[in-house]
């Protein structure tokens, strides 16, 4: 017993069933946890975008009404924008989809609306708002998503519709934008 017990003390580390024990846990755990934070990290995002393209809707529309109080009368049909170096490049398109946005009173409006959206919009995103009558259609995309043509078609990113409410796209598996329409 004494010599067992001698082996015992002069024995050190893990045997190989030990290892392989805490190794497959840690497996089983990693395989349960990683895709947990993907899915939380991609909603973080999306939150991100849906807020931004929310300021994008309401800040536009809010700077053609002050702009139609003022006494101007702007046809605005399509307002799209691109942050870059931390300078935002807005551009005010009327309902033939001409580029007014250094015309007159457009470019009241597109003064207003950079005003408005310099400090709301990371740099390197694009974005787009439609204007209707009652509501402001507002796609906002990250980096690389150029949206300055942008009509009211889908872009060229997957749709994913596991988020609820809005449209959010991704691209490579990461959200990358959000279009949605929100009555202002």
Known sequence: MLCRLERLRHKKGFTLVELIVVIAIIAI???VVIPLVG????QAAYSALQDNAKTVANSTFTSLADATK???????????GHKSGGTLDVSIYDEHGDDKSDEGDYAKLKTSVINALQ????????????ITANACDASIYSKDQDVRGYDGADPVVVRD??????EAYLLNGKAVGVSGSWKV
């Not at 899915?39 to 991609?42: G, K, V």
């Not at 003022?70 to 799209?80: C, I, N, P």
């Not at 519709?161 to 809005?166: E, L, R, V």
Request: hydrophobic share 45%; aromatic share 14%; proline share 3%.
């Open 29 to 31: 755990l990693t395989a």
């Open 39 to 42: 899915r939380f990290s991609a």
């Open 119 to 130: 400090s709301a919009l990371d740099d390197g995103s694009y974005f787009a708002a439609r």
């Open 161 to 166: 519709g596991s988020f609820p409410d809005d």
């Open 70 to 80: 003022l006494g101007s009368f702007v046809k605005v049909a399509r307002v799209t």
